[in-house]
DNA sequence: CCTTGACTTGGAGTGCACTCCAGGTACCAA
DNA sequence: TTGGTACCTGGAGTGCACTCCAAGTCAAGG
C-alpha cells in the first residue's frame, strides 16, 4: 500500500492548476498516472519526484518539448541515464549563460537608474 | 545633419528583424521614427539609444505592456524621471530575485546530473 | 528603360504554454 | 434525498511576442 496523493494536494504542492497538471501529463512530460476504481488519478511518491524535476526545469525555462523528451527516456529506464545527463548537462550550461547574461544587463539598467537619479540630485 | 541609420542597419546592430522593429514602433516603444522623403525610416542616435534600453530590459524579460508605458514616460520628458525610475528599479530588484531563483534551481539540476553521474560510476 | 534590392503598408498567421468550459461522475455529510 | 466538493473528459479559447505575406514604392546600376 505506497502512499498516493491527490490532484488537489499535488496541485497545491507545487503551485500549479489542476489543468496544468493534466496538461502536462497529455504531453507526456509525466509517466502514466494511476487511478483509483472512480478514475480519479492517484499520483504515486514517484510521480511526485518526477514532477519535482519537471517543475525545477520548466521554472529554468525548458520548453515543454525538451522536457518530453526527458520524460521519454525516464519511461525507458536506467539505460538512458547516459541521454538524460546529456540532456541536463546542456541545460546546466545554457543556465550558467543565462544567468551571467541577466547579470550583465542587470549592470546596464543599474547604470541607467544611476544616471537618472544623478540627473534628479542635479535638479534640486 | 545628424547621422541616420537604416532599419537594416538598426536590425543588424541588435540582432533583431526588420519585422521586430517595426512591431516595437508599431507597440510604441520607440519614440515616432523620422522618415526619408522616400518614406523609408532613419533611426536617429536617440532612438538607437532608446532601442538599446528597450532590448536590454526585453532580454531581462520586461513585458512589451510594460515597456510601452516606459517610453510613453520617455516621450513626456523630464519630469518623468522619477517614474521612469520606479520602473527601472523594480525591474532591478525583480531580475535580482530571478537570477536567485535561476541559481537555486541550477543547484538542484546540478544535484541531479552528480546523482546520474554516481549511477553511472556504480554500474561500471 | 529595366532590374535589383531595400524598403513600405495593413493584416493575417504562428508557436508556445497554458487556461477555460460544458457536461458528467463519485463520494461524503446533513 | 439533497448538497457540496473534488474530480473526470474532449475540445475550444487566450495572451504574448513575434513572424510572415502580398502588393506596392523608391533609388541606383547596367
Same mark, same amino acid.
Given at each position: ?12 504542492? /507545487? ?54 523528451? /526527458? ?11 547516459? %541521454? ?7 541545460? %546546466? ?30 535638479? %534640486?
Amino acid at each position: 500500500m505506497e502512499t498516493a496523493y491527490t490532484p488537489g494536494e499535488v496541485a497545491a504542492r /507545487f503551485g500549479l492548476s489542476l489543468d496544468t497538471l493534466r496538461y502536462y501529463e497529455r504531453e507526456g512530460l509525466l509517466t502514466e498516472v494511476e487511478r483509483a476504481p472512480s478514475g480519479h488519478r492517484r499520483y504515486r511518491a514517484s510521480d511526485v519526484e518526477l514532477l519535482d524535476l519537471v517543475r525545477c526545469l520548466r521554472d529554468t525555462d525548458m520548453p515543454i518539448a525538451r522536457l518530453r523528451e /526527458f520524460a521519454e527516456l525516464v519511461r525507458e529506464g536506467d539505460r538512458t541515464i547516459p %541521454d538524460r545527463l546529456e540532456i541536463l548537462t546542456a541545460h %546546466d550550461q545554457a543556465l550558467t549563460e543565462r544567468i551571467a547574461e541577466l547579470r550583465q544587463r542587470q549592470e546596464m539598467i543599474q547604470h541607467k537608474i544611476a544616471y537618472y537619479e544623478g540627473v534628479l540630485a542635479e535638479a %534640486d
